[in-house]
């Protein structure tokens, strides 16, 4: 009789992935504890937790700037001309409420004036219904046929409208502060069963008419795993003298 604690403690392996709920699939966690008395039912207690994962990444992902140019059409129907576009992000590993400011660079050889430009995050997800041993890098060149495979795309946040006026003929450029919106709950993360990763995507707007798309940069959104120093010989205490 009376209440009496049983206090344990496990490993989580190292590849888990963190805790995540999608349309296809979710990634969950819980502890089940069972009590057996003699002589009565079993009884059974269930607790969900939460596993978070911190990213490993290569150093230059946190410190060296990316940049992307990608020459567009003006126009879907009626191409007036090319248009280069140039994004150049500071790092491509972020945090919730980070700044990212980016700089916009856009060359308008069309005939046409560029009247905006928008910007919106959103967040990939691709499913597999059997275990790899090894991440899809791509969902593009995924192994598995299309009936074993699912993807879904969601957006998040909200979209980043600016006026940039850039007239036939002639270059500009922006500088645009943005923030990692605080819906990216989940960190960027990679396995043979279920993959999730953030993009930016981004659209000029030709004056009287369609946005343009002007392609996706990828991102990472999470907390940096620090590496554990291992202490040197000269760090070691001194030797123990009786």
């Not at 009565?40 to 937790?49: C, G, I």
């Not at 036939?168 to 502060?177: L, N, Y």
């Not at 991102?219 to 590496?227: D, L, P, S, T």
Request: net charge positive.
């Amino acid at each position: 009789m009376g209440i009496h604690e049983f206090p344990f403690s496990t490993v989580i392996p190292k590849d888990c992935p963190p805790t995540f709920k999608g349309s296809n699939g979710e990634n969950k966690y819980e502890v089940e504890v069972l009590t057996d008395v003699p002589w009565r039912f079993t009884s059974k207690a269930r607790m969900e937790f939460t596993v978070n994962k911190k990213l490993v990444l290569p150093e230059k992902y946190w410190t060296d700037e990316v940049t992307k140019i990608r020459n567009i059409k003006s126009g879907y129907i009626f191409n007036e001309g090319p248009i280069s576009v140039k994004m150049t992000l500071p790092k491509v590993v972020f945090q919730i409420g980070d700044s990212l400011r980016l700089r916009l660079d856009i060359n308008n050889t069309s005939s046409s004036e560029i009247s905006r430009f928008s910007i919106h995050f959103f967040r990939l997800t691709h499913y597999h219904s059997r275990h790899l041993s090894v991440p899809c890098k791509s969902p593009m060149n995924c192994p598995m046929c299309p009936s074993s495979r699912k993807e879904t795309r969601q957006r998040f946040g909200k979209i980043s409208d600016f006026d940039f006026h850039v007239a036939s003929h002639s270059e500009g450029s922006k500088v645009i502060d943005l923030g990692i919106p605080m819906e990216a709950t989940t960190p960027s993360f990679e396995s043979g069963l279920m993959t999730m990763r953030y993009y930016i995507c981004s659209y000029v707007w030709v004056k009287n008419g369609l946005p343009i798309w002007c392609g996706t940069n990828k991102i990472y959104i999470g907390e940096k795993k620090e590496k554990i120093k291992k202490p040197s010989k000269g760090d070691a205490p001194p030797d123990y003298t009786p």
